[in-house]
């Protein structure tokens, strides 16, 4: 018996060294989101996988890539969109969801954040003279008309920006807001504001939303993004006018021209409170919309979309229809608040002081740390207690 004994307490130590792996149980496989199939999809850029290390923003619920929706509640709409977010724009509840966090090309929907960056720094009655680089863009590119040389009130490029989803007024509003540094301050600002929200799948290049390498967001992000505009009132008076007059600049233009309003959620279903429509090959059809209903505002986001079966804009009215019918309480998940992004993003106080401890350790005169296998084998431990007990010593797993 006693060899016995001694041969396994040598095992014992051996597998404190070199554990042996345990196979995870399987996650359960992701529910399909109701989806309408298409015969032909051009191809766009692939969404980078999550770091399963980081927490997952809004709870576990929405980590799927396909549908998440209350136990009992019925099927959503079937749309053509690649991801999706129903949510609470009061309590944060995230009513329903297709592939929440998956990481995509936004479009002009990044207009959204722009606002949400710099709406609060500039002054309306600031007046903007255009240069060269503010109409520096793609001939296919969504451009309301400025000239250069052309004078406009800040209050005015909110205009253009918000109802016509002009290119060279967000260009022209990143140039001002970023001073001395131009439009990579204000882009650097945008991608700040964003981390602050907690929207931590969003990363801005662009501050159009112009298609540009490693410009992502989410919807879970968009939703963000969208209930800190919807929140204040100038943006909801920018973004609802129905029609704006452009400014005459003479002499090019003498007379000026009217501009409408291309979301057209505000006309077509009762109770809408704005949003933005958005396309670029790389992101196809993105939308955000919000309408308020019985004392509840909704906000719908869409990413990934086709005209099928309908415009986004549209889907987005079934998604809201859906959306309104769940009765208050009912979630998969929540819209962080920028308290809950700040906690999240720190690490909690007994990770620091694990950090901390082994330094303050290694510094200490004439002693020296040991480490690897001669580590796990000093801290390895056999007690023999009457029938010959074996106390297992686990090595622990540092993790980032």
Known sequence: MGDWSLLGAAMTAVLAVFPVPVREPSAPADVPCPYASIAAIPPTPPSPERDPSKPVI???RLATRGLAVPDGAP????LSAMSWVVADLD???VLGACAPHLPRRPASVQKLLLAATVLPKLDPNLVVEAT?????LPSDSSAVGMIVGGHYPVSTLWYGLLLQSGNDTANALARVAGGDGG??????AMNAEAHRLGADDTHAVTPSGLDGPDQLTSAYD????????FDRPEFLKYDTMPVFQWPAQPPKDPKGFQIQNENKLLT???GA???KTGFTDEARHTYVGGAQRNGRRLVVTIMGAEIVPARAWKQSTLLLDWGFARPAGSSVGHLVTPAEAAELHSPPPSAVAAIAAPAAKATTPGKRTPTGPALALGGAAVALVGGAAIVFVRARRRHR
């Open 268 to 270: 077509e279903y009762p």
């Open 222 to 229: 968009l939703a963000l993004i969208a209930r800190e505009d």
């Open 273 to 275: 409170i704005g949003g």
């Open 132 to 136: 060269d680089a503010d109409l520096d």
């Open 75 to 78: 099927a959503p709409p079937t």
């Open 183 to 188: 439009v990579p301050a204000t882009i650097a």
């Open 58 to 60: 809004g709870g576990e």
């Open 91 to 93: 309590t944060g509840e």
